[in-house]
């Protein structure tokens, strides 16, 4: 194939070179940017530094004037634009003493945020809004994480803004603002509706002794209607505050971290953040089951949970920075019952429980940061994130299924690399799988190393 060994990119000039040659098509730069109103009658946004005369005039807020403050004490409850019933933000004068009224729009908010990354490279710098130095130090942002909105809109305007802060000025660089790019999933919950059509918050409904929808106020039928994310006007939104009042913070991310992967959505469920908080006082009970500990001096499974901890922090730290969330929980569910072994067979020494469970408190951090940073501080005050060690990784023993016939038998634990010869006769000793080979011939033995065996037989 013509494009083998290519990365995408190259693979891309290639087929346009290959199909201009072929005289099959030509290159041609399509932009879906269109023409985009910037200007919103509503308070939050930057004000537009645009003032008019008596004769309607548009003048241009002087440099020096700039930036066009919005004022603090604006009425928020009245209709339409706040700016505009004002009674005194509006009037003002020229240098000249012409009395001028500002205009009342603001700037939508995707104005600010297609460039404050490049502001945030100089963020103290008085003078401009950034300094090439930092520039060439901070950008291109490493890592863009938003909605699937913000990947068609935002993407579109950051990468408009960085061309229009280029084309007088050559030595901006950086034309492409973002490295990469993260998409992450919506959190959805089910939608309601009444007899009336009318949308309805969750807290308004509730379910009758038969198990209907009805509306907790005067108890009329409600219409169930499909889980979409979370929106203000179809009502299907939990108060987040509600939720943190009764379950805690921590119970709520470490929920929604563990439901999906974070490319996908979320369905909401109360069911699921109760079990997200029994879990954390799980952990919360270990910590101090460890931590207040009788003495225990005995060594024998010290390195066992070493080895452990090591290759929980290899793994964390790995999917931590793959966005691999929900896995990231399925190994700190591992490592919990882990410790809880150790902690009932007494055959593993307090200092070492300590030691190695400091270490998952750190890693504990990133995903239930209250309860993480009270562990913390009740076994010690050092707050660095735990390295792992290679060496460790390397796996003495390996899992070997066995099967007779195709169909599951057993499973055994034996070193790695064990020759093939003892792995077989070791395999049928298993007492399951010996009751399903005898009495019949082994006509085969397949045997994928380190991981599986199958018995063909025949009766």
Aim: aromatic fraction near 12%.
């Amino acid at each position: 194939n013509f494009l083998d060994g290519l990365s995408v990119n190259d693979a891309i000039k290639k087929i346009i070179q290959v199909i201009t040659k072929k005289k099959l098509g030509t290159k041609k730069i399509t932009y879906r940017l269109k023409d985009w109103g910037v200007s919103r009658q509503r308070y939050w946004g930057c004000p537009i530094p645009i003032v008019y005369n008596k004769k309607g005039d548009a003048i241009p807020v002087k440099k020096k004037d700039l930036p066009v403050l919005l004022p603090d004490n604006v009425d928020l409850k009245v209709t339409a634009n706040p700016l505009e019933k004002h009674p005194t933000w509006k009037f003002t004068k020229l240098s000249t003493g012409e009395k001028v009224i500002r205009e009342t729009d603001t700037l939508d908010t995707f104005v600010d945020s297609s460039w404050y990354f490049v502001r945030f490279c100089s963020s103290k710098y008085k003078k401009y809004g950034y300094k090439l130095t930092d520039i060439k130090y901070w950008m291109p942002v490493d890592q863009y994480i938003g909605g699937v909105e913000h990947a068609i809109l935002h993407l579109l305007y950051s990468r408009f803004f960085m061309r229009a802060l280029a084309y007088n000025n050559k030595k901006f660089n950086y034309i492409e603002p973002f490295k990469s790019l993260f998409t992450q999933g919506m959190v959805c919950h089910e939608t309601y509706k009444n007899e009336e059509n009318q949308w309805l918050y969750p807290d308004e409904v509730e379910k009758n002794s038969d198990g209907n929808l009805i509306t907790k106020k005067d108890k009329k039928k409600i219409i169930l209607g499909p889980s979409e994310s979370m929106s203000k006007s179809r009502k299907n939104i939990v108060d987040p505050e509600e939720m943190i009042n009764v379950y805690g913070a921590d119970s709520i991310r470490w929920f929604m971290l563990s439901d999906s992967p974070p490319e996908r959505d979320v369905q909401w469920s109360v069911e699921g953040v109760s079990a997200s908080f029994k879990f954390i006082q799980k952990l919360w009970k270990l910590n101090n089951e460890i931590l207040y500990k009788k003495n225990s001096t005995s060594k024998t499974d010290d390195m066992i949970l070493q080895k452990a901890v090591n290759k929980t922090v290899y793994n964390v730290t790995k999917n931590l920075e793959n966005f691999q969330y929900n896995v990231v929980i399925a190994n700190m569910h591992e490592i919990y019952n882990i410790f809880n072994r150790h902690i009932v067979s007494e055959k593993t020494s307090n200092q070492t429980l300590k030691e190695e469970w400091e270490k998952i408190t750190m890693l504990l951090m990133p995903l239930v940061p209250h309860l993480a940073h009270e562990c913390c501080e009740k076994i010690n005050k050092n707050f660095c994130w735990p390295k792992f060690d290679f060496n460790l990784l390397k796996e003495e023993n390996c899992k070997i299924v066995i099967q007779v016939d195709g169909r599951k038998r057993g499973i055994f634990e034996i070193p790695i690399n064990s020759e093939d010869n003892i792995v077989i006769k070791k395999a049928k000793m298993v007492s399951n799988v010996a009751k399903y080979i005898e009495n019949t011939k082994i006509i085969k033995n397949i045997y994928l190393k380190n991981k599986l065996i199958n018995f063909i037989t025949k009766k």
